[in-house]
């Protein structure tokens, strides 16, 4: 079984900051169209239980923001890009998510049911 996952907590601290910065800012989160999913194989549930935990171990992302996260991760990522991001994030390389991705997760923080 997995630990809690490393990128889950890094991508919601980079997000609270983003939202942190945007809402500081005064600037509205910019619209942008949702690409197609890459993925349709559901991950497996150990997988979500810890992407979940490590998600909420900042204790200032809410339940539903972690399940949008996870839900834009698993559509546009296949499980072994998760993990092999999530082993890079382990050990402290920090890769970059794609740009796009990074704007569906922005959208979590508006918007959680998106």
């Known amino acids: 079984m997995m630990s809690r996952t490393s990128i889950a907590r890094v991508c919601a601290l980079a997000l609270i900051l983003a939202g942190s910065t945007t809402a500081m800012s005064g600037a509205a989160p910019s619209a942008s169209i949702a690409p197609a999913p890459r993925n349709t194989t559901p991950y497996p549930t150990d997988i979500h239980d810890n992407f979940?935990?490590?998600?909420?171990?900042?204790?200032?992302?809410?339940?539903?923001?972690?399940?949008?996260?996870y839900r834009k991760l698993e559509q546009q990522l296949t499980v072994e890009e998760f993990i092999a991001l999530d082993k890079a994030s382990e050990a402290g390389d920090d890769e970059p998510l794609p740009e796009g991705l990074v704007t569906e997760l922005k959208a979590c923080l508006a918007n959680p049911n998106s």
């Open 52 to 69: 979940i935990s490590g998600c909420r171990e900042p204790d200032t992302v809410n339940l539903a923001t972690c399940e949008c996260f």
